[in-house]
């Protein structure tokens, strides 16, 4: 069992940048595939990122190519997402998602664990 617990959402103005946080318990973080989802209101939950068990293989939606970035520091069982050039559209509830596997899962069904989310309100 994993237990995923976001943070680092908020308010930010257009252009601004956050830093999101999921720390994961358990011994075996990892071996497990992370990845980042975000969903809008009246909208369904998107992928965002994904990267693999050692971090050496990030996978970004189009959208956000370029502007956030994907890592996680397994000693700390820690997963983070760098948000960077926000715009009004980012705005959404961040989840991190966890699958008990080592190679990229880029969509909902391949996640096994899952965050409670963060808000994340981008103002323009």
């Known amino acids: 069992q994993v237990q995923l617990v976001e943070s680092g959402g908020g308010l930010v103005q257009a252009g601004g940048s956050l830093r999101l946080s999921c720390a994961a318990s358990g011994r075996t973080f990892g071996s497990y595939a992370m990845g980042w989802f975000r969903q809008a209101p009246g909208k369904e939950r998107e992928f965002v990122a994904a990267?693999?068990?050692?971090?050496?293989?990030?996978y970004y939606t189009d959208s956000v190519k370029g502007r956030f970035t994907i890592s996680r520091d397994n000693a700390m069982n820690t997963m983070y997402l760098q948000m960077n050039s926000l715009k009004p559209e980012d705005t959404a509830v961040y989840y991190c998602?966890?699958?008990?596997?080592?190679?990229?899962?880029?969509?909902?069904?391949?996640?096994?664990?899952w965050g409670q989310g963060t808000q994340v309100t981008v103002s323009s």
């Open positions: 998602a966890a699958a008990t596997t080592y190679g990229l899962r880029y969509t909902s069904e391949g996640y096994d664990y």
């Open positions: 990267i693999n068990w050692s971090g050496s293989r990030p």
